[in-house]
């Protein structure tokens, strides 16, 4: 990749997702303090899904404007090198992981330049959760790992959520005695980061919900109290002080249960990969119980970060990193292997798959212009 080449942008109908468009340019000249990155990578997951379902209502579609009414660009974790640059304390060369376009490349304005890293001071993202706007250097970044940048790509922003759901029901004493946790898409990385996080607990029940085909894969991974598919579900019994973790925004199944827990203490809404049931109308309609609660990564990180300090926050969760990340290379077999593709035929089928809720579970997809 080179300064030379066209800008190529992969972009989504914001309301019909399965719709799918490339978008090239010249790329523009940069203006005084601007920074032009080459993507190198990025991962696609579930949770990228996620954030095109709820693309306008937490604001997603808004860190990377198309320009076009109705069109969207979905935001991606990666890496990124810098290809050209106008900022003092940047340097062409460097290699920084971030939030990306799923592009080739991102012009951004860095701000709040340190050893560390910037934040991007663009206009349009000074408004958007801060969490989104940080570019870390990698040389300086006690996460990277050259030889794990796949995973890094894969898991380090879903873990985060992860970790931020388990402080965050723990932070809650978990609503007054909702011991038993039900995980929807059990098989998901975000779901089992979860699991994971939980399962060191004491008095926890941590029960995976996923499809039959699903089922083994989830018992492997060993951090699920019990495994069940969604059929089996009135094998709970009905009684149970529980709390519902949502990862898939399936309207059936939250409207199951509902109906099945008279004890539900609370239900942590986190995902939306289930697009044809997001749009299903009068999904919360008429729920018994709790009122589902979207979960806010950000307003959790926040409300840490002022109670522990940035460092103490830091260190906690680069402790937790390190240790999910040990047991996800050191399984046997591994419970991640990514799969890399390359140019915009690969991306389209991927996205159509990742988008669809299929392929092996095991697989992580890790795209490349």
Known sequence: MNTAAPNATFEVRKNALSETRWQTGAPRALAPGQVRLGIESFALTANNITYASFGEAMNYWS????????????????????????????????????????????????????????????????????????????????????????????????????????????????????????????????????????????????????????TAFCESLGCYSRVLAYEQLDSIAADTPCIYVDFTGNASLRQRIHGRFGHLRYNCAIGGTHVDELAAKGGNRDLPGPKPVLFFAPAQVKKRVAEWGVETFGRNLAQAWQDFTARVTGANPPWLLPQRHAGRASWDAVYREVLAGKGDPRSGHILRP
Request: charged share 15%; hydrophobic share 40%; glycine share 10%.
């Open 63 to 214: 860190f990377f404007p198309t320009g076009e009414e109705g069109w969207g660009c979905i935001p991606v974790w990666g890496f990124a090198t810098v290809l050209e640059s106008q900022c003092e304390g940047v340097a062409v060369g460097e290699k920084f992981y971030g939030y990306y376009p799923m592009a080739n490349a991102l012009v951004v304005q860095p701000a709040r330049v340190t050893p560390m890293g910037f934040f991007d001071g663009a206009v349009h993202r000074q408004a958007l959760p801060v969490v989104y706007n940080q570019y870390m250097r990698c040389s300086r970044d006690p996460f990277y790992d050259a030889a794990t940048e796949d995973v890094q790509s894969l898991l380090r922003p879903l873990f985060i959520t992860s970790f931020l759901i388990d402080d965050f029901l723990a932070d809650n004493d978990f609503f007054g005695g909702g011991t038993t946790l039900l995980l929807s898409s059990a098989s998901s990385k975000t779901a089992y980061g979860t699991a994971f996080q939980l399962a060191q607990r004491p008095g926890l029940q941590v029960v995976g919900l996923t499809s039959p085909g699903n």
